[in-house]
Nanobody, 121 residues
Framework: QVQLVESGGGLVQPGGSLKLSCAASGFTFNAYAMNWYRQAPGKERELVAGISEGGVTSYAESVKGRFTISRDNAKNTVYLQMNSLKTEDTAVYYC???????????????WGQGTQVTVSS
């Protein structure tokens, strides 16, 4: 049974910080790229940050320099450290596991349930 269990969301004031966690189980964690997406009300879901199987990271321009994605393969967990939060960061944040199989065209995606992040004074 594949599971991505998120934690760490909540209410924070502008300029504050939060650290999201996503605990994975039921698949070979170190074989998957891990990503954080977010979706604000009335907006499309967007990719916030990603980390490859080899540890290469990427970020949306809107969060670059403020957010840091990391993974701990021993704990099967991916993190998103969010600093200098802005009101426009308010969204539901989703954990995603992604794998494109080398010897086929199959793409595998798993998703967490989402966790609410609200940035407000």
């Amino acid at each position: 049974q594949v599971q991505l269990v998120e934690s760490g969301g909540g209410l924070v004031q502008p300029g504050g910080s939060l650290k999201l966690s996503c605990a994975a189980s039921g698949f070979t964690f170190n074989a998957y790229a891990m990503n954080w997406y977010r979706q604000a009300p009335g907006k499309e879901r967007e990719l916030v940050a990603g980390i490859s199987e080899g540890g290469v990271t990427s970020y949306a321009e809107s969060v670059k320099g403020r957010f840091t994605i990391s993974r701990d393969n021993a704990k099967n967990t991916v993190y998103l450290q969010m600093n200098s939060l802005k009101t426009e960061d308010t969204a539901v944040y989703y954990c995603n596991a992604h794998r494109k199989l080398v010897f086929s065209t199959r793409i595998v995606d798993y998703w967490g349930q989402g966790t609410q992040v609200t940035v407000s004074s």
